[in-house]
């Protein structure tokens, strides 16, 4: 027996010898450990510095595991291997006992790694679950224990392991969430940390608070079983706020700003780099305003309506976006209709039909036929089935009779108006055909607010931009903006012109519901079959866009741009301007002097524009040169036919 024995001892080093041999056959070059590839860990703030988001992967400070507080080692220990100092990298014990816990509950809810393994893994290997893997894991977690201590083991896995969010290693997330270094946590931290290495994602206390407590509380009692720490001790942890006090960056939809900027981050910067920091534009007062208010008023009204989805884009004057909605819920659709939805504008384009006539000398008193037009099998109405004659241009855009804005574009010139679109700011293909004037060309809310923008910017063109300044943390900035714009694009007493009408559009149009206690002008919107509803309006502090409608393109009950969006637009700006002093809008208040005649009778030729003489400590007022004002041509009856291949049968109203 004794002879036997040994034989089959020996043939059996020798299987376990060719097993080994086996497996570790195609290990990786263990005399080096292979640093991962990670993305450029992206933090986007707000101005007030709160973050408002994090992209990529970001790792911390390299620390020693001898260096780190004593309670956050130990909770580690209690949770993950409890007999990490009393094992030579694979923990007999500790798989007999998953292996009798797991057969009771009839499923896997315990695991045997050791910490070792667990940096095995980590270092040399990939996370799939085979038995291939996991023989290979025993064999480097034994040859790491014969070549290392066991500091130097604790300190390669808590700096390598992940833990949730983007965050590898220790110093990482601690800072990630708590906004300290792993130095200077505390126990309830420091159990929090140490339950997220079961579940990452599950755990992370930004995504999850609740859980990230409760399985902090199991690593707490851990540590009393261990004997870590006292009752007294644990007790007291509940005291200790787990996450210190940090200014929001705005609500939870601020993702979807976050989600744009960062998208533009390549464009600006190198992202090679290991760690970058995005300052924005975003107001937290203003995201948190919008998205309360978009959300209350859908809630309210939309299922009333059939009106499932809202986005709304406020600006200043020059730009810069302080809050953007980019739906209702993020965390259910990350689709953001605010930039990349692409939809019907329906009448909010009549503006640049209207402008481009005010390029072509026609002032808001000039007169122009709202009558029934037929051009081949197309006629199209009033949102109020009337027809109302000869009116001024101010009350045919305010109150957005569609005849009369068809006979402008006319007037205007297709081509005119589309090159005037390009100057505002609209990069979206517009055909070119008399429908335009309708809004029948697909744009989106970003780059309609933006051109409307420039009517709040004295002509000024306007590029929409969140980002003020990019570089890595605590260092010198790779990026910073400067300057403005594409400088002028329309003159300044057009702009004053054009403000005239969109100003009646609040107190005698369709924006009446829209109207505030300070000088704003706007324009609404509604597409055919009211898919789709828009409010584009501003003030001399904010330009805002709001759209309405739904994903699918399903039709509204009878919805238009002067309810719902209009609403949603009133209590925003009234939020925004709250404890802001009336400022006066170019065009609109009456302070300023008209620097556009009236026209004479008939909708004409307008007449010269005199000189006017200003008191001393006057605002100048904006004078064009005679020279410049062409003669207009009164509008035509009927519709010239040829040029109109293409034209779309039917249209929307209003």
Do not use: C
Request: glycine share 12%; hydrophobic share 40%; aromatic share 8%.
């Amino acid at each position: 027996m004794a002879k036997w024995g040994a034989v089959l001892s020996i043939w059996g080093v020798i299987a376990l010898g060719v097993v080994v041999a086996y497996f570790a056959y195609d290990l990786p070059d263990i005399r080096q450990v292979a640093m991962p590839e990670r993305r450029t860990a992206i933090t986007v703030v707000a101005d007030d510095g709160g973050q408002i988001a994090r992209y990529g992967d970001m790792t911390g400070d390299m620390v020693q595991a001898s260096a780190l507080p004593k309670h956050l080692t130990e909770a580690v220990l209690a949770i993950e291997d409890r007999r990490f100092y009393h094992h030579y990298g694979l923990d007999p014990i500790g798989i007999a006992r998953a292996l009798w816990v797991n057969w009771q509950a009839g499923r896997a809810v315990q695991g045997g790694s050791t910490i070792t393994q667990q940096a095995a893994k980590n270092l040399f290997l990939t996370p799939e679950r085979t038995v291939r893997r996991k023989i290979q894991e025993a064999i480097l977690a034994v040859w790491l224990e014969m070549n290392f201590s066991k500091d130097q083991i604790l300190t390669a896995y808590l700096n390598r392991v992940y833990f949730g969010s983007g965050t590898y290693g220790i110093d990482a997330a601690a800072r990630a969430y708590f906004g300290v270094p792993a130095m200077e946590v505390n126990l309830e931290q420091s159990a929090m940390l140490a339950g997220l290495l079961k579940a990452p994602s599950r755990y992370a206390p930004d995504r999850n608070p609740e859980a990230a407590r409760q399985r902090a509380d199991v690593v707490l009692s851990a540590m009393v079983d261990a004997g870590f720490v006292t009752e007294k001790e644990r007790a007291a942890a509940d005291d200790q706020p787990p996450v210190p006090p940090r200014r929001p960056g705005g609500g939870s939809g601020s993702r979807y700003f976050a989600d744009w900027v960062a998208d533009q981050v390549p464009d600006f910067v190198n992202t090679a780099a290991p760690a970058l920091r995005v300052e924005t534009t975003l107001v937290p007062s203003l995201q948190r305003a919008a998205e309360s208010i978009v959300d209350g008023r859908m809630a309210e009204d939309g299922g009333k309506v059939g009106a499932s989805q809202a986005a709304l884009v406020a600006m200043r004057p020059d730009g810069a976006v302080v809050a953007m909605v980019g739906g209702r819920g993020y965390s259910q659709s990350q689709f953001n209709r605010a930039v990349t939805a692409q939809r019907q504008p329906g009448s909010s384009f009549k503006m640049f039909a209207y402008l481009a006539a005010v390029e072509q000398g026609l002032t808001p008193d000039s007169l122009v036929l709202d009558a029934p037009i037929t051009i081949k099998n197309w006629s199209p109405g009033n949102y109020d089935g009337k027809f109302h004659g000869e009116v001024t241009a101010r009350e045919a855009l305010a109150k957005s009779y569609n005849t009369a804005a068809v006979r402008m574009l006319q007037r205007a010139g297709i081509n005119r108006t589309i090159e005037l679109a390009r100057r505002l700011g609209i990069a979206s293909p517009l055909r070119p055909e008399l429908s335009l004037a309708l809004g029948t060309s697909e744009v989106n809310l970003l780059e309609l607010t933006s051109a409307y923008a420039a009517l709040a910017n004295s002509g000024n063109g306007v590029w929409p931009y969140g980002v003020e300044r990019i570089g890595p943390p605590g260092e010198a900035a790779l990026y910073t903006r400067f300057g403005g714009g594409p400088g002028e694009a329309v003159l300044p007493w057009h702009v004053e012109a054009i403000n005239r009408m969109l100003g009646a559009t609040m107190t005698i149009g369709t924006g009446r519901s829209a109207r505030l206690d300070r000088p704003s002008a706007g324009k609404s919107g509604t597409s055919q079959g009211y898919r789709d509803a828009w409010f584009i309006g501003f003030t001399a502090d904010y330009v805002v866009g709001v759209w309405v409608g739904n994903d699918d393109g399903t039709p509204m009950d009878k919805v238009t741009g002067g309810s719902l969006p209009a609403k949603i637009w009133h209590d925003f700006m009234v939020e925004a301007e709250r404890g802001r002093p009336a400022r006066p809008l170019l065009g609109v208040d009456d302070s300023l002097p008209a620097a556009v005649a009236t026209a004479g009778p008939g909708g004409g030729t307008p007449a010269a524009i005199a000189p006017t003489v200003t008191p001393s400590g006057a605002p100048k007022v904006l004078v064009p040169p005679a020279a410049t004002i062409p003669t207009v041509q009164p509008a035509k009856q009927e519709l010239d036919q040829g040029g109109l291949e293409g034209l779309l049968g039917s249209l929307g109203n209003g």
